[in-house]
């Protein structure tokens, strides 16, 4: 018997999402056992995305994706901080500010 289309695509859904989390683990290893600073802005930045489309994802229950929520957010106040100095974010006025200034 073979599957029909919703189970194969939900087959390769799940898949994928298997190997974006493996994918994303390889990254916090590699986050680990790097020392340049901008290497480790980026791995950091490529983490919180990677853990931002898991948590976007079906085929995880409810508290994984919960987790995955909060995973991100960790990991994205950590690249902030790794950031070079023009690229960190600013709240408030000097966010709006620094994007006039970048399009003008």
């Known amino acids: 018997m073979t599957p029909t289309t919703s189970q194969a695509d939900s087959l390769a859904m799940s898949r994928a999402c ?7 683990l390889a990254l ?5 056992q790097n020392t340049a600073p901008a ?10 995305r990677n853990l931002g489309t898991l948590n976007e994802q079906d085929c995880f229950t409810t508290e994984a994706r919960m987790i995955f929520s909060n995973l991100s957010r960790h990991w994205q106040v950590k690249a902030d901080q790794l950031a070079p100095n023009e690229e960190r974010p600013r709240g408030g006025i000097g966010l709006a500010a620094g994007m006039l200034a970048k399009a003008s």
């Not at 916090?28 to 680990?32: N, Y």
């Not at 290497?39 to 919180?48: D, E, F, Q, V």
């Open 18 to 24: 298997a190997a974006l989390w493996m994918a994303t």
């Open 28 to 32: 916090m290893t590699a986050f680990m």
């Open 39 to 48: 290497h480790r802005y980026l791995i950091a930045r490529k983490i919180a």
